[in-house]
């Protein structure tokens, strides 16, 4: 019996080493690399079996005003605001330093039409070097007013526009603040997407005790970490029970049996966001202890554990 | 060109406490880290009981980030010193630690103070101004002046003589000036004691150096654009992570847009951010 159950997972295509991903908005590659030195983006140390980056939209943000972070039982509440360089600046200024990351690189994108998504995927696509994209659609449209993530019907319309662009993945990123999240995956899956990811965070917020008035400069944010785990553990469950598409899983992910428990409620990779914060190489560690996990169930192959938990 | 930064093991490691002690109002937390190069005043680890917090209410959850306030090269290591005020339950849970317990350490992260000449063109010597807790990367950068041979005087205000900690311990007597709020004296704030020295006359040559509540580092930072003379604050604010992943310690800057407190500083030049009340109410 070999000693080392393989992690190696196969998914949309992709070939990767591990099946921890970071969670979009959680790793920041090359701030890493600056601080920790090129170890930090080494084959072996690099704590992901794929790279998802941080969320980019067509135009530069600079986020939303402080204080963006509180923390709570088990968590925390972020009202970052999405700051990135816009697309051009992503293009020149990341896009070749993370197309140098020893795993599959995979974009998070977001726009406020379907016409604003087309461009950035159209223009990412030529630029080459990106294996998949990541739709993180928990952003209004600006012409319908909805949430795209929280009506089936904008998803779809996303999807309808968005597939013919290109050949690679398409990895719809599910929000959390819906009733049947299953509903939204399944119109994700006929709309053409390669695969789901959930949770992203919670609605929140939180009264600074001092003032009386909401901490966050944003007014409000979303809860991640342990405390959403359960919760993000039976959104996937219900999803991957819906869908036959890939479901990334994520949500409180902190060590190998939560790895695991994951796995078992049917998702086919599983993404570490906020524990990163507590450790920059948690996603090594949630590797390392899954392989424990494994080992001591006398499990093999993590294709044979998947979803069991579904009936 | 500020000081090359020394480079941080990847991940979180175990550190042994090795003592800890009350100083007036705060605790010393004394570590010994066997893996981490020596830091430089001004950066700070991110510091959290070990195995893991053990809080029954789920808080704390994350790592503090914490300043060094001393560190030394021993055979077995780098002995680090935090100086810790207990201001939540982060603060609490690692001020309760003694000596055989253990904390995971990231870091040294973070840029260090420079040089008075590379703050302010010419100059030769420092004034240093702490507030409160804020003192504690202040001592570290004293005693590395010290060492230089760089001639500094240092300003250090309390709320009262019961809420000072660390000061002879960490300072020595020498050259110190301490300024309580609550005391009859006058002047009665630290920053009363910088308009003085800023009203002298070789104050184009110094350097200013300042750690301490938002509004006292407002102040400074509004006094020395005043009086022309280049400052370097180190600022603190709310980090999960302390290595640029999670873009939550954001402090405006002049173009607009935020840095990230945790790899473009903690400490940043005067003008390089828009004010050190970020987050507060106006
Ligand atoms: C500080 C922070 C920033 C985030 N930024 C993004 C982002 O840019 N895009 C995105 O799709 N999700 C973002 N997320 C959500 C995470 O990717 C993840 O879905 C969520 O945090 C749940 O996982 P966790 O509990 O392991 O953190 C962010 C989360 C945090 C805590």
Redesign the interface.
Known sequence: MSDTPSLRTEFCGLELGSPILNGS????AI??R????D??VRVG?FPFGGYVS?TITEEAR???????????????I?S?GL?NLGLEGFLEAQLPELRELPVPLIVSVMASDRDGFARIIGRLSAAGGIDAFELNVSCPNVHSGLIVGERPEETAGLLDRLRPLTERPLIVKLTPNVASPELIASAAEAGGADAVSLVNTLKATAIDPD?D?PWL?AGSGGLS???IRPIALQQVRAVAAEVSIPVVGMGGVTDGQSAYDFIRAGATVVAVG?E??????AG?GVMRGLEEVLREKGVEDLGAIRGNTLS | MPPERPLPPLGRRLAPVTASWADGAYRVLEVSDEEGPEPLPGQFYMVTEAPDWEGSSGRPYLPRAISFAAAEVRGDGVSLEFLLDEVGPGTRALSALTEGSQVWLTGPLGSPFSDPGEVTEGALGAVIVGGGIGIAPLAALRRSLVQKGIASRTLLGFREPAAAGGVDRLFGCEEVRVAYESGDDSPARVTDLLARVLAGDSVGATAVYSCGPPGMLEAVRQMCAGADVGVELALESPMACGYGACFGCAVPKPDGGFLRLCIDGPVVRGDAITTACAGEAP
């Open positions: 908005g959680t790793f920041d701030a890493a600056r601080v920790f030195g170890e930090a140390s941080k600079v986020g939303n005003p402080p204080f963006r972070t509180w923390e709570t039982p088990a968590g925390m972020n970052i700051p003032s008035r400069g970490g342990p405390a906020t990163n914060f507590r450790d920059p190489l090594l």
